[in-house]
């Protein structure tokens, strides 16, 4: 168990619809991470936020946005859902910002469907 | 732009063989590279990094890591597989000296499925 906790564990919804995945980092890291893994486009990395700042923007479309809140947990948020953003999406926190030489830890995932 | 390649999507050995899980990697600058763990319907579990220092890197599980950067290499090695070493391996490159916030963030390779036949 990494202390990185997501919820929920699955999720089904239709296409055109919002959803909101929730990730709570480990005690003490600062910054969250989250990733993107589906089939076709392996591991990608979408957002990073650090104690509650965006910090870096990866692979994420204009559909998806995050926040981290002042309790550090943050939420990813996808819209106008589209059959090709089932995926997992996990989430990872780590200490300090990207750059430095700390571990990100992951948590055990969302899998999104999209019917 | 930073890059990793990890050649073969599947890899079989005997338990209690070595094993090696290939990954190079392409940086501009130094790179920080990391071994990640997933067994099904799991989160990415942390094996091992190199940051700097012994080429050679002890992980978790009996899991070692060799850093060549003649090579750009950064191969996973066990001296002895178990049959529930068997998973997804992702090897993971950071540049430390990307010249911006998305530059430094980690990037995965596609992943080798590992699997320890009894």
């Known amino acids: 168990d990494s202390g990185v906790t997501q919820t929920p564990k699955h999720l089904i919804t239709a296409t055109g619809q919002r959803v909101t995945l929730r990730c709570s980092p480990r005690s003490g890291d600062l910054s969250v991470y989250w990733y993107q893994q589906s089939l076709d486009q392996g591991l990608q990395f979408l957002i990073q936020y650090y104690n509650g700042e965006e910090r870096a923007k990866g692979n994420i479309l204009e559909r998806f946005s995050a926040q981290q809140f002042p309790d550090l947990h943050s939420e990813l948020n996808l819209s106008s859902l589209e059959l090709g953003d089932s995926a997992l999406y996990f989430c990872?926190?780590?200490?300090?910002?990207?750059?430095?030489?700390?571990?990100?830890?992951f948590g055990p995932g969302t899998r999104l469907t999209v019917l | 732009a930073q890059s990793v390649a990890q050649p073969e999507d599947q890899v079989n050995v005997a338990e209690g063989n070595p094993l090696t899980v290939k990954c190079t990697y392409s940086?501009?600058?130094?790179?920080?590279l990391f071994w990640y763990v997933q067994y099904p319907n799991r989160g990415l579990q942390f094996l091992l990094k190199y940051i700097t220092g012994d080429n050679l890197v002890k992980g978790s599980y009996g899991f070692e890591a060799e850093f060549n950067k003649s090579q750009t290499s950064f191969h996973l090695k066990k001296p002895s597989a178990l049959v529930s070493d068997s998973a997804l391996y992702f090897c993971?490159?950071?540049?430390?000296?990307?010249?911006?916030?998305?530059?430094?963030?980690?990037?995965f390779g596609s992943g080798t499925q590992l699997t320890v036949l009894p």
């Open positions: 993971a490159v950071r540049d430390f000296q990307g010249s911006s916030g998305s530059a430094r963030q980690l990037t």
């Open positions: 990872a926190s780590s200490v300090a910002p990207a750059g430095s030489t700390d571990t990100q830890y």
């Open positions: 940086v501009s600058g130094n790179p920080y």
